[in-house]
């Protein structure tokens, strides 16, 4: 009897002990953020967002099917050296190791993808990044959600053809193309080319020398040519100096289009009223009017666990871009563990995840951000799942849409994607994954 009745306890401990690592499952999100250096205010606010919305799923629900959602920040300064340092030190971290990273750098996702790949481990550039990486037969570890910059070049141009009163009106048209003088300033110059060619407008491109300080003789050669729209490739300082110096010679905030990175409360505010009338291209709407937004400005930062000092900050662009990435690596592992368990994923399981989103407007809504960002469904053939871009306008006090949602012009850019990702795989001697047999 007595050895039975040892036995069962054995065995209960061993259940209870089980039991117990089970509830105590955790979900490790690394977070290489960058706090400090020249893009600190809007890579404070990006993470911040972040980290409160994990936070805020973890005070609301427990974490995700019962698994607590845990994190890591490592300091990058959006350099590409101290982006793979982080990488390295954080990516075994956790009981299954990293869930997947979102550097919100071009230049480190590219120093990193390699390892990323042979390490299994996606990376979420949304908003960035290679736009070829849409392909997931080619990049099945590179997830450029939402929309990527070849998609929103393309919208750029349908939103001044709107503006203009058709995209027939665009004939005979010239637009400048002032871009930051590096490869991301350099990246939507294919889809520009095909854009003019497809639509017969002149495009003339001007080079702005890193970091944009300076630019005078840039918008002199602006108002010699006498644009009917500016499109901006801006990013960093280069935003508020192109403001001031298109006030300067007289060319008008309006005939403005700018790119997403040149368009938050960062951009403006150090323009002034110089800003006024300047639009640009958004993937995620900004403002506190969306239920989630305030239910953390009410949960989280009640409750003392914000973030961020400045709660000036929150729904301000940069952080509900935060919010978004968020919820696209929270949603992930949601719907990957209803293939493989709740239980702690690995990076390879989180992939299937966010090869297999559907954030329709109906979960959106219930998310408590409808219409902060289109619809996004990916595949094994689209790690992108949307496209749209949608343009906002600043008032000299806040952002204001001044268009609806613009879907990417993909008998342009399917080509181009194609042709790029095949150069890519042929490169690296990549076997391109079939997706008909993907699930």
């Known amino acids: 009897m007595k050895h039975f009745a040892l036995k069962s306890l054995t065995f209960a401990v061993a259940g209870l002990m089980a039991a117990g690592t089970a509830l105590a499952a955790e979900q490790f999100i690394p977070i290489p953020s960058y706090r400090v250096g020249p893009y600190a205010s809007g890579g404070a606010k990006y993470y911040g967002g972040m980290i409160d919305y994990i936070n805020y799923v973890n005070m609301k629900e427990g974490g995700v099917g019962g698994v607590k959602l845990t994190y890591e920040e490592c300091e990058t300064e959006y350099k590409n050296d101290r982006g793979v340092e982080c990488y390295e030190r954080l990516k075994k971290k956790g009981e299954a190791g990293a869930s997947a990273f979102n550097f919100m750098s071009t230049g480190i996702t590219y120093a990193t993808m390699d390892r990323a790949a042979a390490d299994k481990i996606p990376l979420m550039t949304i908003g960035f990044g290679r736009a070829d990486a849409k392909d997931g037969s080619v990049f099945p570890y590179v997830f450029p959600l939402v929309t990527s910059y070849w998609s929103q070049a393309t919208a750029k141009i349908q939103f001044i053809g709107q503006r203009l009163g058709g995209m027939d009106k665009l004939k005979g048209k010239k637009i400048v193309n002032l871009y930051h003088g590096s490869a991301y300033g350099k990246e939507t110059l294919p889809v520009l080319d095909a854009m003019a060619k497809k639509h017969?407008?002149?495009?003339?491109?001007?080079?702005?020398?890193?970091?944009?300080?300076?630019?005078?003789?840039?918008?002199?050669?602006?108002?010699?040519?006498?644009?009917?729209?500016?499109?901006?490739?801006?990013?960093?300082?280069?935003?508020?100096?192109?403001?001031?110096?298109?006030?300067?010679?007289?060319?008008?905030?309006?005939?403005?289009?700018?790119?997403?990175?040149?368009?938050?409360?960062?951009d403006v505010v150090p323009a002034g009223e110089a800003a006024k009338g300047y639009i640009a291209g958004a993937f995620a709407a900004d403002g506190k009017n969306f239920p989630l937004i305030q239910e953390i400005e009410k949960t989280v930062y009640g409750a003392g666990k914000g973030n961020l000092s400045d709660k000036t900050a929150i729904g301000t662009v940069n952080y509900n871009r935060g919010i978004v990435g968020g919820i696209m690596m929270v949603e992930a592992i949601r719907v990957a563990q209803g293939k493989f368990g709740k239980k702690a994923?690995?990076?390879?399981?989180?992939?299937?995840?966010?090869?297999?989103?559907?954030?329709?407007?109906?979960?959106?809504?219930?998310?408590?951000?409808?219409?902060?960002?289109?619809?996004?469904?990916?595949?094994?053939?689209?790690?992108?799942?949307?496209?749209?871009?949608?343009?906002?306008?600043?008032?000299?006090?806040?952002?204001?849409?001044?268009?609806?949602?613009?879907?990417?012009?993909?008998?342009?850019?399917?080509?181009?994607?194609?042709?790029?990702?095949?150069?890519?795989a042929q490169e690296k001697n990549i076997k391109p994954r079939d997706c008909s047999k993907e699930q």
């Open 200 to 266: 017969g407008f002149e495009l003339v491109n001007v080079e702005v020398p890193a970091p944009g300080t300076e630019q005078q003789s840039q918008w002199l050669e602006v108002r010699r040519q006498k644009p009917d729209f500016v499109i901006l490739r801006s990013w960093g300082v280069m935003t508020p100096a192109a403001i001031k110096a298109a006030a300067k010679v007289g060319y008008p905030r309006d005939k403005i289009v700018a790119v997403w990175w040149g368009g938050s409360e960062e």
């Open 345 to 424: 994923l690995n990076g390879d399981e989180v992939r299937w995840g966010l090869e297999n989103l559907n954030l329709s407007q109906d979960r959106l809504k219930t998310l408590g951000v409808a219409n902060m960002i289109p619809a996004v469904k990916t595949s094994c053939a689209n790690h992108e799942g949307s496209g749209y871009t949608r343009f906002m306008q600043w008032d000299g006090k806040a952002w204001k849409p001044v268009s609806n949602w613009i879907a990417p012009d993909n008998a342009v850019l399917d080509p181009l994607i194609k042709a790029s990702a095949a150069k890519y």
